[in-house]
């Protein structure tokens, strides 16, 4: 099966971020001005929305912690807003089942973490909070899309 013009700038993109206009229409073999008039559609609908480096935050000492948090379903829009105003928090989704919200932390320090999850214990919103300690990162910001 063959990838529209748009999956493939996107596995591109993921592949490589700084990828320029010419280098994406070779990897598509598309033509640079309609690879520009693609990226730029991509843009203005929302489907990409930056472009970001890759960052190994191990690198800096951070250590991933993943979060499953208990949430009354009335307060979970208001719950997941908060956290994603705290830069600690890199991903935080809303969930179907009992744990309601999964949300993924990166802390440069313990009392960071520990100063974090005392705010989440704390939250009245949060019924229960769970947390796992991430050993090792094996992926991190892959794509679903891929050539072919």
Request: aromatic share 6%; proline share 2%; net charge negative.
């Amino acid at each position: 099966m063959t990838k529209s013009l748009d999956e493939q700038l996107v596995a591109a993109l993921c592949r490589n971020g700084r990828a320029d206009v010419r280098d994406l229409a070779a990897a598509t073999d598309a033509a640079p001005t309609a690879v520009q008039k693609r990226l730029a559609a991509l843009e203005e609908r929302g489907t990409i929305e930056g472009y970001a480096a890759t960052i190994d935050y191990s690198q800096f000492g951070y250590e991933t912690v993943i979060f499953r948090l208990v949430v009354e379903l009335g307060t979970i829009d208001e719950v997941t807003a908060r956290l994603r105003e705290q830069p600690s928090f890199v991903t935080v989704y809303q969930m179907s089942d009992t744990d309601t919200v999964f949300a993924v932390g990166k802390f440069g320090t313990e009392a960071a973490m520990t100063s974090c999850l005392c705010g989440l214990h704390d939250d009245t919103d949060i019924r229960r909070v769970e947390t796992d300690r991430v050993r090792s990162v094996q992926l991190e910001g892959g794509s679903p899309i891929v050539d072919g």
